[in-house]
């Protein structure tokens, strides 16, 4: 079938009305739309397509809106690729500066580019996120001067000297022939998702079972189904931090850890927050399929690398 959806030479708008690649198959996806106006000049629009009656279409224009279009009235129309997320556009390093705020206690201390964190145990363990140097560039020093300011901190604390890094990157490779090798295990996902969205896809699909808050001040712990399944929310600015939602095995495959993520996004919803970041291991099947499904998108994986 010919292309119909672009103008033939000569040819006016009125002409062309119906020539378009648009149909019931368009709903949910990014549009952009030609139309006639009452007094017969062309308008074009450009959003996401929402509804597709017998005699119109409804497309919201980005957030600024609806518009009812009639379908005698388009001329031209076609999908388009999504619009780019803003969240895409934010560095691997401005994503994982977020991550100070899960612990109440942090010892930062700049490294030209990098940042070396020290944080006290969390849950009874020190957390590799809060006691790493967080490199996810050029070091803006000498790669030999970074490796060994690196060596020197962790020492100097009695810990394994500990670098994140974004997984397959060039400070990987470059602090390879300084002795720092992958730990082994942990690489994790940073994921990312619009908190509106989220809330709304894990609303429709949560079981109704009784939730207990814990909150404090920028923070919150979610506990459902008697305490079987938990997790925890931390804001970061418009941010939410979703970390440390726990099922009990036994209770597993019943809907409670998207219960728990309900309840975390709705609270941090409630007070402004607009991105969601978690952070999950790249063997963790399970959870990633909950997460992907309720719109969370992976950002960059994380690897920690460690002194031999």
Sequence with gaps: MPDTSEPHPGET????????????????????????????????????CTAWGEDSLTID???????????????????????????????AQEVEEHVAALWDSVTTEPLGR??????????????????SAL????????????AFGVRRFYEALDQTPTVQVERGSLVERTLAPLGFVPMGDGDAHAQLASVARAL??????????????????????????????????????????VESLVVEAAA??????????????????????????LHVETDNAGALALYERHGFVTHHTNRYLVAS
């Design 13 to 48: 708008d009125e002409a062309r009305v119906g020539r378009h690649r648009l149909g019931p198959h368009v709903v949910g996806q990014r549009v952009v739309v030609r139309h006639l106006l009452p007094d017969g000049r062309a308008s074009d629009v450009l959003g996401t």
């Design 61 to 91: 224009r980005d957030g600024h809106g609806p518009v009812v279009v009639a379908l005698a009235d388009v001329v031209t129309g076609k999908p388009v690729p999504p619009r780019a997320s803003v969240r895409a556009r934010v560095s």
């Design 114 to 131: 990098w940042l070396l964190r020290a944080s006290p145990p969390h849950g009874g363990r020190l957390r590799r996120r809060g006691n």
């Design 135 to 146: 490199a996810m560039h050029e070091p803006g020093i000498g790669w030999a001067d970074a």
């Design 200 to 241: 709304r896809s894990v609303r429709s699909a949560a079981p109704d079972v009784p939730a207990t808050l814990d909150e404090r001040p920028g923070s919150v712990s979610v506990s459902v189904g008697s305490g079987v399944a938990t997790g925890r929310g931390v804001l970061s600015g418009d941010w939410l931090l």
């Design 252 to 277: 597993r495959r019943r809907g409670l850890a998207t219960a728990v993520l309900s309840e975390v996004l709705d609270w941090g919803a409630s007070r402004g927050a607009t991105t969601a970041l």
